[in-house]
């Protein structure tokens, strides 16, 4: 070879060697962490790698390592390798490593953080054997496209199991695929998943998941869903309807879990689908057409459901729906048309479980098997009778196609909308009961011939014209006024000197009007007093209670009675006039409450509906409930289980106290419902809830935490309430369960005590009376707890107990409060140890309460000298709740609000003498025995009266 023809090869030599050289030098923290793995591994010579190599990058290279340039470890492909051990717990310092493959080894023990690998593009860690997965094991993985840890059933089962931790989302953006079957995952699926924009595969099967699929993942553009298979006993359920928005999924495996409802109509949408599993779980109902239409689908498996109707023609080449309610027998055979009628019907009521189990087949007149509620004459379906079924949706029209229907009756079910005009073709029909449900008009107009009963559809709002409506210029009866009542027509209407015909209609409440909409039960802290009537109610009467009339001189509430003659009355304070008597429509009892009509506070509660659940009270839940008016009420209901002689007892106590007891700070009951195994109570609605949210969940509800100023107002209001039920003159009560849950708050975040089922009579003085134990543990004051004796002194101890829980923020018992001893979990007792120390005071307080402002701090070290007092050992120690008062109301004076949160104190100067704010006290308790109907804010603020020399035992916060 030339020199010419050299030249060019020797500077190509250099580089290739200063190429090798650059890739040679691995960098040092890498191949620490490789010897580290050869460590501890139990077969390190399934590696390849040498014992004591320090340049795994080579040349040659060591066997599964990749390096890049710079020296740098950035893939490790060890898959199906045969390794056992364990991984170092220094691997997250492969920093410039892109890809992992660890799949299919026996690798065991706890994985370790993969905290801070930002370069990490691909992880299969999947079919290994690891036991432990640490919380911050994806924090910082911001390049992750892909991981895989499915099949290490063992991942932290010895804690319960794991989830996917919220850092996945935040760190991990463009991550695509996420496999995590079989890895002992447990709890409710993360909603965060949902939200990842780039997601396209996630599997989750086989591990111990429960619950719906979350709402966030409406929308999502997942490809491939694996949720099949949950292992335990609660799996996942709820109905598919998410499932219908991603639009993108090509890949739906739900089978072997608990879902329930149908299919969404809406899976048409998923036009990529081309395997669906929705095998062996809970579905019912008719197959939606476009599910057999997908145009990629090439397996369906419907199998072992509830499903009902005709099998739908699917021309997947593998389709399976053995284990169903079918009423043909194969895929694209139709049913008998009064069948398909029913199902439609019950898909409109939402497939209740009861029918669903009933209705299978394909003759719903097929002798001993018939349906359920369906009744048949020669083979003809003529009566469909589901009163009282819990009926939830609304009406099919398709009941219309069931020519030979001759009585329908749905009352008293939950049904909405409006009637079908298609019922109105029903030729044979003769009866239609649609009463108490929450059915809208307009009616359609039916035959004179047909009898509809629509009486208790509070919502029901007008009547088409009845092709035999007389001329406008006829008489009418007081029923047919103003164009009759919601479900009067035809012949069914009152027509005058017709008394037969009258009565009949009124049997069948399609007459009764609604004399008004229900515009309020009561205005809050109205007390209506009214005398006893010897005549006992008429149950259908209803009533309505409208509120207080600013304008009205008499400042007092009026009621209308609709009365089973069609009539109303009104009363107004002590007098009534119209066709018919008050006590025609109202029982009274004692002390001025209303029985009130069920169906009234269904109407407001919407049915009792669970999005209007507030809480749960001493016996049963208690409901948000709105009137016509837009006057807000809360319903406490009992529960039919616990109609115990026990909850009873509860039911008649709290009644009974309430109508003795009215104050500003104590919550006012409006009425009651009794009928059959109901037992409601209705009272003023507190907008803010209960104290105990605002104190300890305020974070949760997205709730801003109570300034001082606001605690020590609430403070004043309960010490205030309770003050006022321990000096009632000859009635001294006993709360007996006075805590946060119990105090609820104004949307001004006043505070009223409430729950008074288990209120008792105490003796005169602070004797204590014997009683079974009641109430709440932490609040229960000690003597109470150990002997079952209780006194007034007993509340003060609750409310020094409340006391401590708004200046710490923290709950009356706390199994986490460091401490020696059982007791530190009382907060009484713990607070008690540490109040005297004021490091530990200033340590103690709510955060949110800033400290550091002497000012604050002063006034809460006064708040908590008195919470010390009440909550002494010894009842003798404590003081009343008199007391209490007066050291409170200076504070509220000392942080007067600014202006723009101004409050009027309801009425109250707080700079007048004790003695003479006791003087309007006395004279408003005169104004209440006379029999009128005050409430405590038409006596200009004042609270009912003390027992006679009560004054004299009390001196002002100035001390006059």
């Known amino acids: 070879m030339d020199s010419a023809a050299a030249a060019p090869v020797l ?64 893939n490790l492909d060890l898959k199906n390798a045969g390794l056992a051990g364990t991984l170092p717990a220094s691997f997250s310092s492969l920093t410039a490593l892109q890809g992992l493959s660890l799949q299919g080894n026996a690798l065991s023990g706890p994985l370790p953080s993969f905290r801070g690998m930002s370069s990490l593009r691909q992880a299969f860690l999947n079919n290994n054997d690891f ?10 993985l911001t390049d992750l496209l892909d991981i895989s840890l499915g099949n290490n059933p063992r991942l932290n089962a010895s804690t319960g199991g794991w989830a996917p931790p919220d850092a996945l989302a935040t760190s991990a953006q463009q991550l695509q695929t996420l496999s995590l079957d079989n890895c002992s995952l447990s709890g409710a699926i993360p909603p965060f998943l949902g939200t990842m924009n780039s997601l396209q595969n996630l599997t989750l099967s086989y591990n111990n998941l429960s619950g719906p699929i979350p709402d966030t993942f409406n929308g999502s553009a997942i490809q491939r869903l694996w949720l099949n298979n949950q292992l335990g006993e609660a799996k996942l359920s709820g109905t598919l309807d998410v499932i219908a928005t991603m639009t993108s999924l090509q890949e739906l495996w739900l089978h072997g879990n608990q879902f329930t409802g149908p299919i969404p109509d809406d899976i048409a949408a998923c036009k990529g689908l081309y395997t669906v599993r929705l095998n062996s779980n809970q579905l019912r109902g008719l197959v939606p057409p476009g599910l057999a239409t997908l145009p990629a689908l090439q397996e369906l498996k419907i199998d072992n459901n509830n499903l009902l109707g005709p099998v739908p023609p699917v021309k997947a080449p593998n389709f399976t ?12 055979d139709t049913c008998a048309p009064e069948v398909m009628a029913l199902l439609q019907f019950l898909a409109g009521v939402q497939y209740p479980t009861g029918l669903v189990d009933s209705w299978s087949g394909n003759d719903p007149c097929a002798g001993a098997a018939s349906w359920a509620g369906v009744t048949c004459v020669q083979g003809k379906l003529t009566v469909l009778n589901l009163p009282n079924k819990g009926l939830n949706g609304t009406i099919s029209p398709s009941l219309g196609n069931i020519t030979t229907l001759v009585d329908v009756n749905l009352g008293g079910n939950h049904l909405t909308g409006t009637v079908p005009d298609s019922l109105t073709k029903l030729a044979l029909l003769q009866k239609l009961d649609l009463s108490m449900n929450d059915l809208s008009g307009p009616l359609p107009t039916f035959k004179p011939s047909v009898q509809v009963n629509l009486s208790g559809n509070l919502n029901f709002n007008s009547t088409a014209a009845a092709p035999d409506a007389q001329p406008s210029n006829s008489p009418r009866s007081p029923a047919a006024h103003d164009g009759g009542a919601p479900g009067s027509h035809g012949s069914n209407a009152a027509i005058p000197g017709d008394r037969k015909k009258t009565s009949s209609a009124v049997l069948l409440g399609t007459t009764i009007p609604v004399a008004v909409s229900v515009a309020a039960l009561i205005s809050v802290g109205a007390v209506f007093f009214c005398k006893k009537r010897a005549s006992t109610p008429p149950q259908g009467a209803s009533v309505v209670v409208h509120p207080r009339d600013s304008s009205d001189p008499d400042n007092l509430a009026k009621i209308v009675v609709a009365t089973n003659d069609g009539s ?57 409930g709105e009137l016509h008016d837009g006057t807000m009420i809360a319903v406490k209901r009992m529960e039919s289980v616990a109609v115990s002689n026990k909850a009873l007892d509860e039911f008649q106590a709290e009644i009974a106290v309430l109508t003795k007891v009215r104050h500003r700070n104590l919550v006012s009951i ?12 209705v009272y003023e609605y507190m907008p803010n809830g209960a104290l105990s949210r605002h104190l300890f969940q305020w974070k949760q509800f997205g709730l801003e935490p109570l300034s001082l100023k606001k605690r020590l107002n609430i403070a004043l209001d309960v010490a205030r309430g309770m003050e006022y039920l321990h000096n009632l003159g000859h009635h001294r009560f006993i709360h007996r369960d006075l805590k946060s849950a119990n105090i609820l708050l104004g949307d001004d975040f006043r505070a009223k005590v409430s729950d008074f089922g288990l209120m008792k009579d105490a003796p005169d003085g602070n004797f204590s009376v014997a009683t079974r134990l009641a109430g709440t543990f932490g609040y229960l004051a000690p003597e109470y707890a150990v002997t079952g004796k209780i006194s007034t002194k007993a509340d003060v101890f609750s409310f020094g107990v409340v006391l401590l829980e708004l200046i710490t923020g923290t709950t009356a018992i706390d199994d986490s409060r460091v401490g020696e001893g059982e007791e530190t979990r009382h907060l ?46 010894e009842p003798s120690q404590r003081p009343d709740m008199g007391h209490a008062v007066n050291v409170l109301v200076p504070m509220v004076e000392k942080w007067k609000p600014v202006k723009d949160e101004a409050e009027d104190y309801l009425g109250i100067d707080l700079h007048l003498p004790l003695l003479q704010m006791v003087k309007s006290w006395q004279d408003a308790e005169a104004s209440m025995t006379d029999g009128s109907i005050l409430s405590l804010e038409d006596s200009k603020g004042s609270i009912p009266a003390r027992p006679a020399g009560f004054a004299e035992s009390f001196t002002s916060a100035d001390g006059r």
Not at 321 to 332: D, H
Not at 670 to 675: D, F, K
């Open 670 to 681: 409006l009425g009651y419902a009794i009928e059959g195994n109901e037992r409601l109570l």
């Open 11 to 74: 500077p190509l030599l250099a580089l290739l060697l200063l190429a090798t050289a650059a890739a040679a030098a691995t960098h040092p923290a890498d191949l620490a962490v490789l010897r580290d793995l050869r460590k501890s591994l139990t077969n390190p010579d399934a590696l390849g790698w040498p014992e004591a190599g320090d340049d795994a990058c080579g040349p040659p290279a060591w066997p599964h390592v990749s390096c890049d340039r710079d020296g740098r470890v950035d």
């Open 321 to 332: 729906f053995a284990g169903n309610e079918f009423c043909a027998a194969k895929p694209g």
């Open 828 to 873: 009484a007792y713990w607070f008690c140890q540490i109040r005297k120390d004021e490091e530990k005071l200033r340590a103690a307080i709510d955060p949110t309460l800033d400290v550091t402002d002497e000012e604050i701090f002063e006034s809460i070290s006064v708040i908590a000298e008195l919470a010390g007092h009440c909550t002494a050992r």
């Open 131 to 140: 036991d432990t997965i640490p919380a911050d094991f994806f924090d910082g």
């Open 568 to 624: 109303s009355g009104t009363s107004q304070g002590n007098t009534h006039s119209g066709s018919s008597s008050l006590t025609g429509g109202v029982h009274m009892i004692e002390a001025g409450n209303f029985v009130i009509a069920v169906q009234v506070l269904r109407g407001a509660t919407k049915n009792f509906a669970k999005e209007n659940v507030l809480g749960h009270g001493g016996f049963g839940v208690v409901y948000k």
